[in-house]
């Protein structure tokens, strides 16, 4: 891939408190990058160090060939919506997308016609005279993307745009954001902590957590090989369990929770060489319940069935497992179960195994030593 936007070992403090420990990462052009992680994560800072809001006390970065790292703000061609739209309560919406021109010396026909087209991106141009407060959220924010990209910015930044949207319009402003960066081919990378959100529009995300970007991938790499626990443990809703595994003594079993377990087909290929405690990530989607009699079966009792509508999420407790091993989530399309019983479950695919210190996966482990 080459490179439109490069970071280089961007780091930033706050005092004492590390908000970036190291950053290193390459954007394509014309890539939509989301950057995903929980709150505290670092997501907000390297977002305004990009748009130049803010130093960063070490690293690099390179837009296009150039070093912007200490270029102001203004002279960085960026264009930003924030969560909060930040749009000019006095003006109205052509005054507001206008803004950007104007500072930038472009005023008169040229400037009409680039608040025209922006309008007409974003399906506002019949709302060109209204203030802010005379249009619903969803129209503020697109009036605010609007006055991002009619400057026509070399990167457009995104603040978390769409939490101030109730769920019904967040859904139909996601799809307006992918069909705009489709329209525009515009360089975007967008904060959220919200995985659908990150998930859906974006070409790779980029995963942080305590100020580091664990894995930059695409939506499915992400999802179907997440590199480390935590990113097991984060991504998918509900997301993967994390099954405590151990070597046992018998040959061809191991230990789940201080249950023993003889797994088959995928689970045991995945643990065969298991020489240390570890977390074994299967996804909630990936445990079928069999028989009893099924190879590679892990006995359990239901605590729980939750019905989230159009499925079934059921709690399983590992038979014979420690009380500090959490119970199985699988889910189940439709099936006659009830509370108490006892069932079998399958894994039919492994997602990841990690170790237990630290998290890592084992797999890049064992292919590094
Ligand atoms: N101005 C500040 N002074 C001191 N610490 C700060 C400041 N801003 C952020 N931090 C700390 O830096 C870390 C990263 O914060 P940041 O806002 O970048 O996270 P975030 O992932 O965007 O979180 P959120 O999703 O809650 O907005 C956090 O531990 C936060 O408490």
């Known amino acids: 891939m080459t490179a439109y936007l490069t970071l280089r070992d961007v780091a930033k403090r706050y005092g004492r408190a590390t908000a970036l420990q190291r950053i290193d990462m390459d954007i394509a052009r014309g890539e939509f990058l989301t950057i995903l992680g929980p709150s505290g994560s670092g997501k907000t800072t390297l977002l305004r160090i990009l748009a130049g809001l803010l130093d960063p006390d070490r690293g690099a970065l390179v837009l296009d060939g150039q070093d912007i790292t200490r270029v102001p703000t203004w002279d960085r061609d960026i264009g930003l919506v924030f969560q909060n739209y930040a749009l000019f309560p006095h003006m109205n919406a052509r005054s507001n997308v206008g803004f950007g021109l104007d500072m930038r010396g472009i005023r008169g026909g040229e400037a009409e016609r680039r608040i025209d087209e922006a309008l007409d991106i974003v399906s506002m141009r019949d709302f060109g005279n209204r203030r802010p407060g005379e249009l619903s959220g969803g129209q503020q924010q697109r009036i605010a993307i609007a006055r991002a990209i009619a400057i026509k910015p070399r990167l457009l930044l995104l603040d978390e745009p769409l939490s101030n949207l109730d769920a019904v319009l967040r859904q139909s402003v996601r799809v307006e954001l992918r069909e705009l960066h489709e329209r525009t081919g515009l360089t975007t990378i967008m904060v959220t902590h919200d995985q659908v959100e990150a998930l859906t529009l974006a070409d790779r995300v980029a995963l942080m957590d305590c100020g580091e970007v664990l894995q930059v991938d695409t939506p499915e790499g992400l999802y179907d090989h997440p590199g480390t626990a935590f990113a097991a443990s984060f991504i998918g809703s509900p997301p993967a369990n994390l099954l405590p595994v151990a070597p046992h003594e018998w040959p061809g079993t191991v230990s789940i929770g201080g249950a023993t377990w003889r797994p088959d087909g995928p689970a045991a290929r995945c643990l065969s060489n298991l020489d240390r405690p570890a977390r074994l990530a299967l996804r909630p989607e990936c445990l079928q319940l069999v028989s009893a ?28 497992a420690g009380p500090d091993t959490p119970a199985l989530l699988v889910r189940v399309a439709k099936a006659a179960l009830e509370t108490g019983q006892t069932v079998w479950l399958r894994p039919d695919s492994v ?5 237990n210190d630290g998290g890592a996966s084992l797999a890049v482990l064992q292919s590094g030593e």
């Open 351 to 355: 997602t990841g195994l990690y170790d």
């Open 293 to 320: 009699d099924a190879p590679g079966a892990i006995r359990g009792r239901l605590k729980a069935l939750e019905y989230t509508g159009g499925e079934r999420l059921a709690h399983v407790e590992i038979s014979g």
